[in-house]
C-alpha cells in the first residue's frame, strides 16, 4: 500500500508538465506514462542518508541544515563563485569559527541562487519547496526571510519529521552506505524501535582496502579488533571482512559499494596476493602495489558475493578530494571530487575472467566518463551475466546526462542490463525531486520510441514501471 503523500510538486516553479516532450504527439504519449508511475514507491537502494535521522527521528534544526550544510552538490557551485565554505556553515576539522547563524546562511544561499539556473540542483531545489512547502515563486533575496520562516515553521511540526517525511515520500526502502568500521548503532536503535520503515545499511570498505586512505593500516588493525580475527594475515584479513559482511547483513544490507580511482581488477594466486597483502600492511607501498591491491581487493569481494548474495557497486573514476585546501580545512567529500577517463575493458577484465559469467552474482558499475557508455561498458553489460549499468550517477544525474546515457548505451545493452534508478544522495528532502525528474526523463524517452514506431505503447508502460520501480528493486535484492 502506498503511504498518504503530500501534495504533488505543481506550481509556476514546478510546472506539471516539466521535462516532456514538446512536440504534442509525444507528449501526450509521455503524460500518460508518467501518470502511470507518478506515484509509485521510491526503491532507493544506494545514497547517504544518515540513519541517525530515521532513529532519533527529531525535527530538523532548520532550513540551512536541511537544504545548503550537508548538500556538496549545493555548496560547490557556491565555493566556485567564490562564496567561502565558512560562511555557509560547513564545519571545519580544526576547530576555527564557521558561520553558526542559519538565517545568515540562507541568506547568502538566497543571494546566490541565480547560479543554479539550468543544473538538475534547481529542479530539485524548487521540487522540494513546491512539493513540501508549497512554495510559488523562486527563492532570492527579497523573498529569502520570508521563506525561510515558512520552512522553518513546517520544520517544527510532526509531518516534518524524518519518519513522516520518510512514509509522506512514499519510500519503500532506502539504503544508507557505512564503513566497514561502523558500529551500525543508528541501525541498531531503528530495529529495536519498532517502526516499519525499511532503512538498510551497505557494506563500504574503502577504509580498510585502500592503501591510500589516511589511517589505513591502523584501520586494518582495528579490523581484526573488532572481528576477532588476524589481520596481519591474508587469511585472517579475508575472513574479517566476511565477517563484517554478515554483520551488516543482519542490519539488511543486500549490497557493498567500492569506491575508487579506477576500475582496475586483478586476480592473483594467492602466493602473490600474500605478498602484496603484507607490501600494503607493513610498507610503505608504491602507487602501483596500492592500485594492484585495490583490484584484488574487489574481485575478493565478487568471490564473497557469490557465497553471501551482496550486490557488488563499483563506483570508480573519481578523483577524489583535488582540492587540497578544501581536504586539509574540511575534510572528505566536500565537492572537490573530479571525474577522470576511466578504461573498463581491459581493467574490468581479470575480474570477469573469475566471476563475470555468474548468473546468480550482480555487479552493478557505475561510470563518471562518458566516453565509454557506447564503447565499452553497453557491450560488456550486453554481454556478461553478472554485469549491470548503473544509472548516469553524480555530475551526471542530470537531464541530458541520462539522454546521453540512453542514447549512446540502451540500444546495446539493453534496458534489462541496467538497475533501474538510484538517488545517491546526501540531501534527504530532494530524494522524491530526484526519481521524479527520472520518470519524467525515462517517460519523455519511451514516448518518443513510441511516436518513432520503435515501441508498442503497452511495452512503454511495462519500461516505465520497471525504470521507475522494478529493475532497481529486483537488482538490489530487495
Not at 508538465?17 to 514507491?41: G, N
Not at 531545489?125 to 527579497?142: K, S, V, Y
Not at 564473497?304 to 548474495?309: A, E, H, Q, T, Y
Not at 551475466?385 to 540500444?411: H, T, Y
Request: with cysteine; glycine share 6%.
Amino acid at each position: 500500500m502506498i503511504p498518504q503523500r503530500l501534495p504533488a510538486a505543481t506550481s509556476r516553479i514546478a510546472p506539471p508538465d516539466r521535462l516532456l516532450p514538446a512536440d504534442p504527439t509525444a507528449r501526450a504519449i509521455a503524460r500518460r506514462l508518467y501518470d502511470s508511475v507518478a506515484a509509485l514507491p521510491i526503491v532507493s537502494p544506494h545514497g547517504h542518508t544518515d540513519p541517525r535521522w530515521y532513529a532519533e527521528n527529531e525535527a530538523f534544526a532548520d532550513p540551512s541544515s536541511l537544504f545548503v550544510t550537508p548538500d556538496h552538490y549545493v555548496f560547490r557551485m557556491l565555493h566556485s563563485q567564490g562564496v567561502p565554505m565558512e560562511a555557509l556553515g560547513i564545519p571545519a576539522k580544526d576547530g576555527t569559527p564557521v558561520e553558526t547563524d542559519p538565517r545568515a546562511v540562507w541568506r547568502l544561499f538566497a543571494a546566490n541562487y541565480h547560479l543554479f539556473r539550468g543544473t538538475p540542483t534547481r529542479l530539485w531545489l524548487d521540487h522540494a519547496f513546491a512539493a513540501l512547502f508549497g512554495l510559488d515563486e523562486r527563492l532570492n533575496t527579497a523573498n529569502a526571510d520570508a521563506v525561510y520562516e515558512r520552512i522553518d515553521t513546517a520544520l517544527k511540526l510532526p509531518a516534518y519529521r524524518p519518519r513522516a517525511l520518510f512514509e509522506a515520500f512514499g519510500i519503500e526502502v532506502i539504503a544508507t552506505t557505512e564503513g566497514a568500521l561502523d558500529d551500525l548503532k543508528w541501525h541498531a536503535r531503528l530495529a529495536a524501535s519498532g517502526w516499519k520503515g525499511r532503512v538498510v545499511t551497505t557494506y563500504r570498505p574503502d577504509a580498510v582496502t585502500d592503501p591510500d586512505f589516511e589511517g589505513f593500516r591502523a584501520n586494518v588493525a582495528r579490523l581484526g579488533e573488532i572481528t576477532g580475527e588476524d589481520t596481519a594475515t591474508w587469511t585472517g584479513y579475508l575472513e574479517a571482512h566476511r565477517k563484517r559482511r554478515a554483520f551488516f547483513r543482519r542490519y539488511g544490507a543486500t549490497a557493498s559499494d567500492h569506491g575508487l580511482p579506477s576500475a582496475r581488477t586483478a586476480n592473483l594466486s594467492v602466493a602473490d596476493a600474500e605478498r602484496l597483502f603484507r607490501a600494503v600492511t607493513t610498507g610503505a607501498p608504491n602507487a602501483e602495489e596500492a592500485d594492484l591491491f585495490r583490484g584484488q581487493m574487489l574481485t575478493e569481494m565478487a568471490r564473497m558475493s557469490l557465497d553471501d548474495g551482496l550486490v557488488l557497486q563499483i563506483h570508480p573514476g573519481s578523483r577524489r578530494n583535488h582540492n587540497a585546501y578544501v581536504f586539509a580545512r574540511f575534510g572528505r567529500d566536500m565537492g572537490a571530487d573530479i571525474p577522470g577517463r576511466t578504461d573498463y575493458v581491459a581493467a574490468l577484465k581479470p575480474l570477469l575472467d573469475a566471476v563475470g559469467n555468474e548468473p546468480d552474482l550482480s555487479i552493478i558499475l557505475f561510470t563518471l566518463d562518458e566516453t565509454a557508455y557506447s564503447r565499452e561498458l553497453a557491450p560488456l553489460a550486453g554481454h556478461y551475466p553478472a554485469l549491470k549499468l548503473g544509472p548516469p550517477w553524480w555530475f551526471f544525474d542530470s537531464v541530458e546526462g541520462m539522454k546521453r546515457f540512453k542514447a549512446q548505451a540502451i540500444e546495446t545493452a539493453g534496458f534489462y542490463n541496467t538497475a533501474g534508478f538510484n538517488d545517491d544522495t546526501r540531501a534527504f528532502p530532494s530524494i522524491p525531486a530526484r526519481h521524479d525528474v527520472a520518470r519524467r526523463v525515462d517517460c519523455a524517452h519511451l514516448a518518443e520510441l513510441v511516436a518513432d514506431h520503435r515501441l508498442d505503447e503497452d511495452e512503454a508502460f511495462d519500461l516505465a514501471s520497471d525504470l521507475a520501480y522494478g529493475l532497481a528493486k529486483k537488482a538490489y535484492r530487495l
